[in-house]
Structure formats: structure tokens, C-alpha cells
């Protein structure tokens, strides 16, 4: 899920990452020695990469997060401030 402003749009960043709401990319790919070495002579910036690293976020959906926790995960999605 793309959230525009990471964490910091969240009421409670820290009720966030306990719910399973994570980035998805810490990094560009182009950090990755074996990507980076295929990437020489080439542009050193990636806005389109450094912008999804940013703000790529993995939302928990598995069969094992309670129906409380599915309420709260939605219900922070809902009150998210972009």
C-alpha cells in the first residue's frame, strides 16, 4: 500500500508497526551490491525508487489477525492523514 507521508501519517506510528504495518523496501534496489554492480555508468539518483522506498507499506491480510485487529488495522487506514 503507497502511504504518501510513511508512518508519520498514522495517529500512533508505534499501534502502527505493532499491527504488522511495515515498510516494504527499506532501500533502493540500486543499494544492493549485486544490482548496484550492473548499474555502473549509470545515473546515480532514483527518485521513483527513493519515493516507493518511502513510502511502499506492507498491510497485514493473513487468516491469523483477529477481528479486533482487523478493526484497528482498517480504522487507522481510515483515519490516515495524507
Given at each position: 500500500m503507497r502511504l504518501p507521508r510513511g508512518l508519520a501519517?498514522?495517529?500512533?506510528?508505534?499501534?502502527?508497526?505493532?499491527?504488522?504495518?511495515?515498510?516494504?523496501?527499506?532501500?533502493?534496489?540500486?543499494?544492493?551490491?549485486?544490482?548496484?554492480?550492473?548499474?555502473?555508468?549509470?545515473?546515480?539518483?532514483?527518485?521513483?525508487?527513493?519515493?516507493?522506498?518511502?513510502?511502499?507499506?506492507?498491510?497485514?491480510?493473513?487468516?491469523?489477525?483477529?477481528?479486533?485487529?482487523?478493526r484497528e488495522v482498517t480504522g487507522m487506514l481510515?483515519?490516515?492523514?495524507?
Amino acid at each position: 500500500m503507497r502511504l504518501p507521508r510513511g508512518l508519520a501519517g498514522f495517529e500512533n506510528p508505534q499501534q502502527a508497526l505493532r499491527l504488522g504495518i511495515l515498510p516494504s523496501h527499506p532501500s533502493i534496489l540500486a543499494v544492493i551490491p549485486q544490482v548496484r554492480a550492473r548499474l555502473d555508468g549509470l545515473d546515480d539518483r532514483w527518485p521513483g525508487g527513493e519515493e516507493l522506498s518511502r513510502s511502499l507499506f506492507t498491510v497485514p491480510t493473513h487468516s491469523l489477525l483477529t477481528e479486533r485487529e482487523r478493526r484497528e488495522v482498517t480504522g487507522m487506514l481510515q483515519r490516515y492523514r495524507a
